[in-house]
Nanobody, 121 residues
Framework: VQLQASGGGLVQAGGSLTLSCTAYGRTFSGYAVGWFRRGPGKEREFAAAIDWSGDTSSYADSVKDRSHISRDNAKNTVSLQMNSLKPEDTAVYYC???????????????WGQGTLVTVSS
């Protein structure tokens, strides 16, 4: 499966963005999807994840209450809406397909190329 992350860009602090992850070749159906991010000079970290059905989601404390992850299995797309963006949200955001939702990278076996989000102060 090939994953393509999109929707990144330059936004002012306090603004919003919606990131999308689309699967090509094979579907997301039956798989969890996670979003991770790597900020400048930082390790890649977990941001959000959703189970295969869309019924269960989880968020990192750093984005919780400001973000919403959702999926449309018919369109092979998972979205991450981020609000009230902060400069510290600046990062390359990666989506990944996994056997189950996790804050760890362990169960994720396919990764997208990443989309850059830059939040200006």
């Amino acid at each position: 499966v090939q994953l393509q992350a999109s929707g990144g860009g330059l936004v002012q602090a306090g603004g919003s963005l919606t990131l999308s992850c689309t699967a090509y070749g094979r579907t997301f159906s039956g798989y969890a999807v996670g979003w991770f991010r790597r900020g400048p000079g930082k390790e890649r970290e977990f941001a959000a994840a959703i189970d295969w059905s869309g019924d269960t989601s989880s968020y990192a404390d750093s984005v919780k209450d400001r973000s919403h992850i959702s999926r449309d299995n018919a369109k092979n797309t998972v979205s991450l809406q981020m609000n009230s963006l902060k400069p510290e949200d600046t990062a390359v955001y990666y989506c990944a397909r996994g056997r189950y939702p996790s804050t760890s990278e362990y169960p994720y076996d396919s990764w997208g190329q990443g989309t850059l989000v830059t939040v200006s102060s």
